[in-house]
């Protein structure tokens, strides 16, 4: 009996079609033994999959793309006694495994044969997103010149011939491409029947099962079924083809639900990589009301887009986009078994399916429909439902008239009592909800009362915040809006509603919301227990309170909102437990949002944590540019200081109190030290304000933008100073020669090589044209950041939103630009890049030089390295660069550029030990680059057990004192550490910001409870808190880079809270000091600072100049709150102990010991004024700060006197 294997990528649920094939072999009297594997067969190293290999009479592979799994086949197929081995619709490496007779692909590579490139050459026009759909064509174009191929080519004709019928994916054709595989290869005397065509597109009636041909002839059939009626929505269905023939139940529950809600359905099936074609010809010529995809992958390409994520998405885009109605992504889990799916949550490979090649293409929504069980694709029917919610609700929204629309915008207040009520990161978020008003007005939306002025809003948001005016919900509403299953488990945690927190009586909720007719303006409420962040921090089962679940049910089934905005970076819905994508009914992201259109304000550079509103919230994300930028310059006594450099060494210290003079120094050295630390102060950029949404930047405050970006390596340029210096210029004209390019070429249109020629009196610099272009196509799109408010008009009338790569404008340039995009991520597969890779070791290699200069030239053992995912994406790999580095590795890219491994650099080559690294990843790394993660641990792991010298690899050291300590092998090769799946944050920053903590020591406990995770591999995120003491314990340097101007240290908690505690862990680990250290790659140099040193420069440079000061002052409410978080996140640096006293005391002296500024504060936003005194209490008591007795007196007199007026407020009210 012949034995045919057969390895089938990402279909793991064909269990039934293979049953139904060995039965039609069995009733035709075949002897034959069929034995099926899939791709996961080859991850886990399958024994029984490399015996049946060894032992095959044929081999068929068909779908596998992974290299490590194309590496894997070929070393078992090298011993392997099969007659054949059939590959198709895999990477170059599989397809070089062909071997059918005389069949080979050409030198190993596998190429398509000649033949099919020039016919599609000749076919495809130029379309390049034809070409993959082309070939299939060919493919059965070619088949009916079979009976012309010669015998010597018997072994092609087999191969074309195999393939045609595996292209037919019934259980009859397979059969019969069985028995053609016994004929042809094992001279099996058999009769094999013709090959029975089903079209590779076309529509069907999920019912009945016939086939159309197009569009028109299923609506024709469709109308005399009465299942189309004139002016009845109509949604697309696109399924794909081999699932169709195949009768699985998921599609016809679909299409048989949206038909239940009222809807017509248009049910087309492509084989995959049809789909654009469907889009072009067929759908953008049809009044569709929505597109849902049961496909994933991208438009262009389906399938075989995964082995290029992103290389079509402007295509795709140009043809959704004439379309024009909402996206939505709808897709059972190809290659998950449903219980691991309610365990983990979305496999890797899968989220890219799912999730990132559809973001590119600009998707709306994505919602899981089932996974496999007893090897079967089933649906679930709440997730049928929620796709259809999601699918109805912008139907809705896109038929409804404005003035009928009810729209609600969340804003945010957390924590409450610290005047951030109607704030967000980067955004002025009163003066951009007035703006929204005003232009919806416009629009014809009913906006009632609501307030058209900032102030006044503001004024209404305060007041919301404190009670006033907020709206008591019934308990018996709230009942009635919530689940029964919803309502226990909230219940189970909270007790009886109302509750204790927020309760408006004993039979009521208070919800801090406007209603203004048809506009809702709420405050999302705090997700835990206000003044008690641990309990939310420690308990797993945690469920929303009972205000929380109010809110959200209140917009959704109470006020019954047709969209919700959340206006700005970022909310805490997204964030809530439950899986990391791919969310279930038990998810409460998917309980809180349902299917109600949700729209999400945020920043165009962080991709990262938009993903996460979009794959946990089901947010259309459209992103808003960031505030301008600014020089620091001097300013007060360091503008005095210049004039001044003559001075003596005591007067400059007393200045500079941060720069005291070395004790081997000459006066004359310090004077140069002094003269080079005021130009970086004079030099550094700042933000300039805050962003208004659907406001673009005056062209004169673009400029400081387009300065540094020109000096950022880009499209395999060097920047532009870096280019003048190689050219020979001179240092002191370098500066006036950019000066000149920028104002008179790219602010100014003069002709470059003309300025050029004038000024710098030499030969042309190559590729001017191209960096004045690169600035003009900055200011162009800064200028068409004016289109946000468009985007979010066009999406609130159901319309579908471009998407974009969601970048820095100082490193991406004009890609980054215009914001009103639909922002998303980066491919993973190729993280990090060739520039970032260099970027990255050059960090390694100052923080390696910075570590022995400053402990007798003794090697950093160990690295703890805090990385974001925000960050890689923005520079597109340097953390994972730096690691490399630091570790001695390069990454390994497949025939397709794919990076599938990253492998040792010989320690003969590297030159010096291998460090080892503690990678503490953020919660949105972990979910966004799992692949990533698999091979960084695969990478520590053989690292780790190589066989080297423990002198040489301090990896293997650690790992064998570990294993010495009676550690495991998977213990003591972890080196991947992050929170519980379905958890985020570190949950530092936010018992700092409450106040709640007692000691250091109880935030490191904090960090080791939450962060003690390993991820990576086959870890699943079980927890190692030992594991990751032992590690902490081997720590020398803590490590981060700060990628972009606007989240530096002062500006955020989250530094603080991830590399800040990881100092503070290892420093109690140890016993003994550990240095931390940041590098700021934003600009075209790296600098390295430690963290005390950058918070000096950052103190001057920003928190205490008037440039950054006034320019947030000027956004009223909103720019007082930044200031008030500024002094938030002194106090969080001075827990980690990285502030001089100065900065405390300037901070006191400049914004609340001055009575001026301090009214100023106060009258723009009280409880921000509040905050920033009682931090400088906090910090004193704390003993951060050593403030004397009467400066102590005097801020707690005016703690007082702001509480009390404060308070007088609220009881006026």
Same mark, same amino acid.
């Given at each position: 009996?012949?034995?045919?294997?057969?390895?089938?990528?990402?279909?793991?649920?064909?269990?039934?079609?293979?049953?139904?094939?060995?039965?039609?072999?069995?009733?035709?009297?075949?002897?034959?033994?069929?034995?099926?594997?899939?791709?996961?067969?080859?991850?886990?190293?399958?024994?029984?999959?490399?015996?049946?290999?060894?032992?095959?009479?044929?081999?068929?592979?068909?779908?596998?793309?992974?290299?490590?799994?194309?590496?894997?086949?070929?070393?078992?197929?090298?011993?392997?006694?099969?007659?054949?081995?059939?590959?198709?619709?895999?990477?170059?490496?599989?397809?070089?495994?062909?071997?059918?007779?005389?069949?080979?692909?050409?030198?190993?590579?596998?190429?398509?044969?000649?033949?099919?490139?020039?016919?599609?050459?000749?076919?495809?026009?130029?379309?390049?997103?034809?070409?993959?759909?082309?070939?299939?064509?060919?493919?059965?174009?070619?088949?009916?010149?079979?009976?012309?191929?010669?015998?010597?080519?018997?072994?092609?004709?087999?191969?074309?011939?195999?393939?045609?019928?595996?292209?037919?994916?019934?259980?009859?054709?397979?059969?019969?491409?069985?028995?053609?595989?016994?004929?042809?290869?094992?001279?099996?005397?058999?009769?094999?029947?013709?090959?029975?065509?089903?079209?590779?597109?076309?529509?069907?009636?999920?019912?009945?099962?016939?086939?159309?041909?197009?569009?028109?002839?299923?609506?024709?059939?469709?109308?005399?079924?009465?299942?189309?009626?004139?002016?009845?929505?109509?949604?697309?269905?696109?399924?794909?083809?081999?699932?169709?023939?195949?009768?699985?139940?998921?599609?016809?529950?679909?299409?048989?639900?949206?038909?239940?809600?009222?809807?017509?359905?248009?049910?087309?099936?492509?084989?995959?990589?049809?789909?654009?074609? %469907?889009?072009?010809?067929?759908?953008?010529?049809?009044?569709?009301?929505?597109?849902?995809?049961?496909?994933?992958?991208?438009?262009?390409?389906?399938?075989?887009?995964?082995?290029?994520?992103?290389?079509?998405?402007?295509?795709?885009?140009?043809?959704?986009?004439?379309?024009?109605?909402?996206?939505?992504?709808?897709?059972?889990?190809?290659?998950?078994?449903?219980?691991?799916?309610?365990?983990?949550?979305?496999?890797?490979?899968?989220?890219?399916?799912?999730?990132?090649?559809?973001?590119?293409?600009?998707?709306?929504?994505?919602?899981?429909?089932?996974?496999?069980?007893?090897?079967?694709?089933?649906?679930?029917?709440?997730?049928?439902?929620?796709?259809?919610?999601?699918?109805?609700?912008?139907?809705?929204?896109?038929?409804?008239? %404005?003035?009928?629309?009810?729209?609600?915008?969340?804003?945010?207040?957390?924590?409450?009592?610290?005047?951030?009520?109607?704030?967000?990161?980067?955004?002025?978020?009163?003066?951009?909800?007035?703006?929204?008003?005003?232009?919806?007005?416009?629009?014809?939306?009913?906006?009632?009362?609501?307030?058209?002025?900032?102030?006044?809003?503001?004024?209404?948001?305060?007041?919301?915040?404190?009670?006033?005016?907020?709206?008591?919900? =019934?308990?018996?509403?709230?009942?009635?809006?919530?689940?029964?299953?919803?309502?226990?488990?909230?219940?189970?945690?909270?007790?009886?509603?109302?509750?204790?927190?927020?309760?408006?009586?004993?039979?009521?909720?208070?919800?801090?919301?406007?209603?203004?007719?048809?506009?809702?303006?709420?405050?999302?409420?705090?997700?835990?227990?206000?003044?008690?962040?641990?309990?939310?921090?420690?308990?797993?089962?945690?469920?929303?309170?009972?205000?929380?679940?109010?809110?959200?049910?209140?917009?959704?089934?109470?006020?019954?909102?047709?969209?919700?905005?959340?206006?700005?970076?970022?909310?805490?819905?997204?964030?809530?437990?439950?899986?990391?994508?791919?969310?279930?009914?038990?998810?409460?992201?998917?309980?809180?949002?349902?299917?109600?259109?949700?729209?999400?304000?945020?920043?165009?550079?962080?991709?990262?944590?938009?993903?996460?509103?979009?794959?946990?919230?089901?947010?259309?994300?459209?992103?808003? %540019?960031?505030?301008?930028?600014?020089?620091?310059?001097?300013?007060?006594?360091?503008?005095?200081?210049?004039?001044?450099?003559?001075?003596?060494?005591?007067?400059?210290?007393?200045?500079? =109190?941060?720069?005291?003079?070395?004790?081997?120094?000459?006066?004359?050295?310090?004077?140069?030290?002094?003269?080079?630390?005021?130009?970086?102060?004079?030099?550094?950029?700042?933000?300039?304000?805050?962003?208004?949404?659907?406001?673009?930047?005056?062209?004169?405050?673009?400029?400081?933008?387009?300065?540094?970006?020109?000096?950022?390596?880009?499209?395999?340029?060097?920047?532009?100073?870096?280019?003048?210096?190689?050219?020979?210029?001179?240092?002191?004209?370098?500066?006036?020669?950019?000066?000149?390019?920028?104002?008179?070429?790219?602010?100014?249109?003069?002709?470059?090589?003309?300025?050029?020629?004038?000024?710098?009196?030499?030969?042309?610099?190559?590729?001017?044209?191209?960096?004045?272009?690169?600035?003009?196509?900055?200011?162009?799109?800064?200028?068409?950041?004016?289109?946000?408010?468009?985007?979010?008009?066009?999406?609130?009338?159901?319309?579908?939103?471009?998407?974009?790569?969601?970048?820095?404008?100082?490193?991406?340039?004009?890609?980054?630009?215009?914001?009103?995009?639909?922002?998303?991520?980066?491919?993973?597969?190729?993280?990090?890049?060739?520039?970032?890779?260099?970027?990255?070791?050059?960090?390694?290699?100052?923080?390696?030089?910075?570590?022995?200069?400053?402990?007798?030239?003794?090697?950093?053992?160990?690295?703890?390295?805090?990385?974001?995912?925000?960050?890689?994406?923005?520079? $597109?790999?340097?953390?994972?660069?730096?690691?490399?580095?630091?570790?001695?590795?390069?990454?390994?890219?497949?025939?397709?550029?794919?990076?599938?491994?990253?492998?040792?650099?010989?320690?003969?080559?590297?030159?010096?030990?291998?460090?080892?690294?503690?990678?503490?990843?953020?919660?949105?790394?972990?979910?966004?680059?799992?692949?990533?993660?698999?091979?960084?641990?695969?990478?520590?792991?053989?690292?780790?057990?190589?066989?080297?010298?423990?002198?040489?690899?301090?990896?293997?050291?650690?790992?064998?004192?570990?294993?010495?300590?009676?550690?495991?092998?998977?213990?003591?090769?972890?080196?991947?550490?992050?929170?519980?799946?379905?958890?985020?944050?570190?949950?530092?920053?936010?018992?700092?910001?409450?106040?709640?903590?007692?000691?250091? $020591?109880?935030?490191?406990?904090?960090?080791?409870?939450?962060?003690?995770?390993?991820?990576?591999?086959?870890?699943?995120?079980?927890?190692?808190?030992?594991?990751?003491?032992?590690?902490?314990?081997?720590?020398?340097?803590?490590?981060?880079?700060?990628?972009?101007?606007?989240?530096?240290?002062?500006?955020?908690?989250?530094?603080?809270?991830?590399?800040?505690?990881?100092?503070?862990?290892?420093?109690?680990?140890?016993?003994?000091?550990?240095?931390?250290?940041?590098?700021?790659?934003?600009?075209?140099?790296?600098?390295?600072?430690?963290?005390?040193?950058?918070?000096?420069?950052?103190?001057?440079?920003?928190?205490?100049?008037?440039?950054?000061?006034?320019?947030?002052?000027?956004?009223?409410?909103?720019?007082?709150?930044?200031?008030?978080?500024?002094?938030?996140?002194?106090?969080?640096?001075?827990?980690?102990?990285?502030?001089?006293?100065?900065?405390?005391?300037?901070?006191?002296?400049?914004?609340?010991?001055?009575?001026?500024?301090?009214?100023?504060?106060?009258?723009?936003?009280?409880?921000?004024?509040?905050?920033?005194?009682?931090?400088?209490?906090?910090?004193?008591?704390?003993?951060?700060?050593?403030?004397?007795?009467?400066?102590?007196?005097?801020?707690?007199?005016?703690?007082?006197?702001?509480?009390?007026?404060?308070?007088?407020?609220?009881?006026?009210?």
């Amino acid at each position: 009996m012949a034995t045919l294997t057969f390895v089938v990528g990402i279909e793991r649920f064909n269990a039934g079609i293979w049953g139904e094939v060995e039965r039609r072999l069995a009733a035709a009297g075949v002897a034959a033994k069929l034995r099926i594997f899939n791709d996961a067969h080859i991850d886990r190293d399958d024994a029984t999959l490399a015996a049946a290999l060894a032992d095959s009479d044929i081999v068929f592979v068909s779908l596998i793309n992974m290299r490590a799994q194309a590496d894997w086949l070929a070393a078992k197929l090298a011993a392997s006694r099969a007659a054949a081995v059939f590959a198709y619709e895999s990477m170059p490496e599989v397809m070089a495994l062909t071997r059918v007779g005389e069949h080979r692909f050409k030198e190993k590579k596998g190429e398509a044969p000649k033949v099919f490139k020039l016919l599609m050459r000749l076919v495809t026009r130029g379309r390049d997103e034809d070409a993959l759909y082309t070939y299939t064509k060919l493919v059965k174009v070619a088949s009916k010149m079979l009976p012309l191929i010669p015998k010597k080519l018997a072994g092609f004709r087999t191969w074309l011939g195999v393939n045609l019928y595996w292209n037919q994916p019934d259980a009859a054709n397979i059969t019969e491409m069985v028995k053609l595989i016994l004929r042809d290869v094992l001279d099996q005397p058999l009769d094999v029947a013709p090959v029975a065509i089903i079209p590779t597109m076309g529509c069907w009636d999920p019912r009945g099962g016939e086939f159309f041909a197009d569009p028109d002839a299923y609506l024709k059939w469709a109308r005399k079924q009465g299942r189309y009626k004139k002016g009845q929505p109509l949604v697309a269905v696109l399924g794909i083809r081999k699932h169709v023939v195949q009768r699985l139940s998921y599609l016809r529950e679909l299409i048989e639900g949206l038909e239940a809600r009222g809807f017509a359905v248009l049910p087309v099936f492509v084989s995959g990589i049809e789909a654009h074609v %469907a889009v072009r010809e067929w759908f953008a010529e049809l009044p569709l009301d929505a597109f849902v995809s049961t496909m994933g992958f991208s438009i262009v390409g389906g399938p075989a887009s995964s082995t290029k994520p992103g290389h079509y998405h402007e295509t795709a885009s140009d043809l959704l986009a004439k379309m024009d109605v909402p996206y939505v992504v709808a897709q059972p889990l190809l290659m998950q078994e449903e219980h691991e799916w309610h365990e983990r949550g979305v496999h890797a490979m899968q989220s890219v399916v799912m999730y990132d090649l559809p973001e590119m293409d600009g998707v709306a929504s994505t919602v899981a429909l089932g996974a496999i069980r007893d090897g079967e694709l089933t649906a679930v029917p709440d997730r049928i439902a929620r796709a259809i919610d999601q699918v109805e609700g912008w139907i809705r929204l896109r038929r409804k008239p %404005a003035a009928e629309r009810r729209i609600a915008l969340v804003l945010y207040d957390f924590p409450p009592g610290l005047g951030k009520a109607g704030t967000a990161a980067l955004l002025d978020v009163p003066a951009s909800v007035v703006a929204l008003l005003r232009r919806l007005r416009e629009e014809g939306y009913s906006i009632g009362r609501a307030p058209l002025e900032a102030e006044e809003l503001t004024r209404r948001l305060a007041a919301l915040a404190s009670g006033e005016g907020s709206h008591p919900l =019934p308990v018996s509403e709230y009942r009635r809006l919530l689940s029964a299953k919803t309502a226990d488990r909230i219940e189970r945690q909270w007790g009886q509603a109302p509750g204790d927190i927020a309760a408006a009586g004993r039979d009521a909720i208070r919800l801090d919301t406007l209603d203004f007719g048809n506009i809702l303006i709420g405050l999302q409420p705090s997700m835990g227990t206000p003044g008690d962040p641990m309990k939310l921090l420690f308990d797993k089962s945690f469920a929303p309170h009972h205000q929380y679940a109010a809110f959200y049910a209140h917009l959704r089934g109470g006020w019954q909102a047709d969209a919700i905005i959340h206006v700005g970076m970022h909310g805490t819905v997204e964030w809530m437990p439950g899986l990391q994508g791919a969310l279930t009914a038990d998810c409460w992201p998917d309980v809180m949002m349902g299917g109600v259109p949700h729209l999400y304000l945020y920043p165009l550079n962080n991709p990262a944590e938009a993903s996460i509103a979009r794959r946990r919230s089901y947010a259309t994300v459209i992103s808003h %540019a960031v505030p301008p930028y600014a020089r620091a310059g001097l300013y007060k006594q360091l503008a005095q200081l210049r004039n001044r450099l003559d001075d003596a060494a005591d007067e400059l210290e007393g200045a500079l =109190p941060e720069l005291p003079r070395l004790a081997d120094e000459t006066l004359a050295q310090y004077h140069q030290r002094v003269a080079a630390h005021l130009q970086l102060l004079e030099q550094r950029l700042i933000l300039d304000g805050l962003h208004v949404f659907g406001s673009a930047p005056e062209r004169t405050r673009a400029r400081a933008l387009v300065e540094a970006a020109m000096d950022i390596p880009r499209n395999g340029l060097p920047g532009l100073a870096s280019a003048m210096h190689s050219q020979g210029v001179e240092a002191a004209q370098i500066a006036m020669l950019r000066d000149a390019l920028i104002d008179r070429c790219i602010m100014g249109r003069e002709d470059p090589q003309r300025v050029w020629s004038a000024l710098a009196k030499q030969a042309p610099l190559p590729n001017l044209s191209a960096y004045i272009n690169e600035g003009r196509g900055i200011v162009t799109g800064l200028g068409r950041c004016g289109e946000e408010l468009d985007a979010l008009v066009h999406a609130l009338d159901g319309g579908y939103v471009r998407p974009a790569y969601g970048a820095d404008p100082v490193r991406s340039g004009a890609a980054a630009l215009p914001s009103g995009r639909n922002i998303h991520g980066i491919d993973p597969w190729r993280l990090p890049t060739d520039l970032a890779l260099e970027r990255g070791r050059k960090m390694a290699s100052l923080l390696i030089d910075r570590h022995r200069a400053t402990h007798d030239g003794a090697w950093p053992r160990t690295v703890a390295q805090a990385l974001w995912a925000m960050d890689t994406i923005k520079s $597109e790999g340097e953390g994972l660069g730096v690691l490399l580095g630091l570790v001695g590795a390069e990454p390994v890219r497949d025939g397709q550029g794919k990076i599938f491994s990253y492998q040792l650099i010989p320690l003969e080559q590297l030159g010096r030990p291998r460090i080892d690294v503690l990678l503490d990843v953020s919660s949105v790394f972990r979910d966004t680059f799992q692949m990533t993660l698999d091979l960084l641990d695969d990478l520590f792991r053989r690292a780790a057990l190589a066989d080297e010298s423990p002198e040489q690899n301090f990896l293997r050291a650690n790992a064998d004192a570990m294993l010495a300590a009676g550690r495991s092998r998977e213990e003591a090769t972890a080196r991947i550490f992050t929170q519980a799946p379905g958890l985020y944050g570190t949950g530092v920053d936010e018992v700092i910001e409450e106040s709640q903590w007692n000691d250091t $020591e109880q935030l490191t406990d904090l960090y080791h409870h939450r962060n003690s995770h390993t991820t990576g591999g086959p870890r699943n995120g079980a927890a190692a808190p030992e594991v990751l003491r032992s590690m902490l314990g081997t720590v020398d340097h803590v490590f981060q880079a700060i990628d972009s101007v606007e989240y530096g240290l002062t500006d955020m908690s989250h530094y603080y809270g991830h590399s800040g505690v990881i100092q503070m862990a290892a420093t109690r680990q140890r016993g003994t000091g550990v240095a931390l250290s940041y590098a700021e790659s934003f600009t075209g140099d790296v600098r390295l600072d430690d963290a005390a040193g950058l918070l000096r420069i950052e103190a001057r440079s920003k928190f205490l100049n008037p440039k950054w000061y006034e320019s947030m002052l000027a956004h009223g409410h909103a720019g007082a709150a930044e200031i008030g978080n500024r002094f938030t996140h002194l106090v969080g640096w001075g827990a980690v102990g990285s502030v001089d006293q100065w900065v405390f005391q300037d901070a006191a002296a400049t914004f609340v010991l001055d009575d001026t500024m301090r009214r100023r504060l106060e009258a723009l936003n009280p409880a921000a004024a509040r905050n920033a005194v009682s931090r400088l209490i906090e910090a004193n008591g704390r003993g951060m700060w050593q403030a004397d007795d009467a400066t102590l007196a005097r801020l707690q007199e005016l703690y007082a006197d702001i509480e009390d007026r404060l308070e007088g407020v609220e009881v006026a009210a």
